[in-house]
């Protein structure tokens, strides 16, 4: 039987670290809403989101193109933690706000060619509490997990190959929640 490779830690960061960078995330300036190609239609992306990485990094999703230009303070201390202790390297984060339960991400694999043929995913949540959904291929079983403020989620080797992952939108829910996902990008 296959173990799933999605490794949830609850309370990763305590709730004052959690609450401290959630502030500082939400009162950055440069939060954008990109455009993606979905079904060969571009579309304004469901959330805002902002890139980082090392310079020159590239990493393109849905046909939208980004690149690498250094790091903030906050978020290369917490890639740094998050390298000792899971030994799992990254040069990029994508942050993603959901301005309320309407915002949302579709099913889908981190599975770009950039990414290498396995790859891991480190995912950090921050706010309002979402459902995150994974589902294997192999036989489409599915699983709901609730990503609170401060826990991790490691996606580890097979979850991109084998499996997909979706935050769904949830009407219901009216205040925001940021993710931070680190990935390595082989340039
Ligand atoms: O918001 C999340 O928890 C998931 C983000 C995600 O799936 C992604 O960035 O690929």
Redesign the pocket.
């Known amino acids: 039987m296959e173990v799933i490779p999605f490794t949830h830690f609850k309370g990763w960061l305590s709730s004052s670290e959690a609450d401290a960078l959630l502030d500082t995330m939400v009162a950055r300036r440069d939060w954008t809403q990109g455009r993606i190609r979905m079904f060969g239609r571009e579309v304004p992306e469901p959330r805002l989101t902002i890139f980082e990485g090392d310079l020159g990094v590239r990493y393109t999703y849905a046909h939208r193109p980004l690149v690498g230009r250094g790091w903030s303070p906050e978020l290369e201390a917490l890639r740094g933690r998050l390298a000792r202790e899971f030994g799992i390297p990254t040069n990029t984060v994508?942050a993603?706000l959901?301005r309320d339960g309407r915002d949302s991400?579709g099913w889908?694999r981190?599975h770009e060619p950039e990414l290498g043929p396995d790859p891991q995913?480190i995912?950090l949540?921050l706010g309002a509490p979402?459902d995150?959904d994974v589902r294997r291929d192999l036989d489409r079983w599915t699983q709901r997990l609730v990503?609170q403020h401060g826990d991790l989620?490691v996606m580890g080797t097979k979850s991109q190959t084998n499996w997909t992952?979706?935050?769904p939108k949830r009407l219901k829910i009216t205040n925001l929640r940021i993710?931070l996902?680190f990935r390595q990008v082989f340039c």
Request: charged content about 10%; glycine content about 0%; overall charge neutral.
């Open positions: 994508l993603n959901y991400m889908h981190d995913v995912s949540s979402r995150f990503l989620l992952h979706c935050v993710n996902t």
